[in-house]
């Protein structure tokens, strides 16, 4: 084979090659773009569920905090339930 025909057919397979690497770089770019919008839904949803969560732990201290007070009263009124019953 020539000088000329291997510089051509190394020209060609370099231009494939180039063409094949750009492409798979286009694929790598729009994956990671696309992978970058899934982080954003995923932190904006883990955000929302963290609201949530903190909404949910101040309701129940409120909670705890009434049965508390309900088990003082209930012991109280067992106290003169039985008081009274002596």
């Known amino acids: 084979m020539c000088l000329k025909a291997q510089t051509e057919q190394l020209s060609n397979e370099t231009a494939s090659l180039e063409d094949r690497e750009a492409g798979l770089v ?28 903190a909404s949910q732990n101040e309701k129940i201290l409120v909670l705890m905090a009434k049965i508390t007070a309900l088990e003082k009263n209930a ?12």
């Not at 286009?26 to 969560?53: N, P």
């Not at 109280?76 to 002596?86: E, N, T």
């Open 26 to 53: 286009h694929d790598c770019v729009r994956e990671l773009q696309a992978t970058s919008l899934r982080i954003g839904q995923l932190y904006d949803e883990l955000a929302a569920k963290s609201d949530v969560i």
């Open 75 to 86: 012991v109280k009124v067992l106290r003169l339930c039985s008081d009274l019953c002596l």
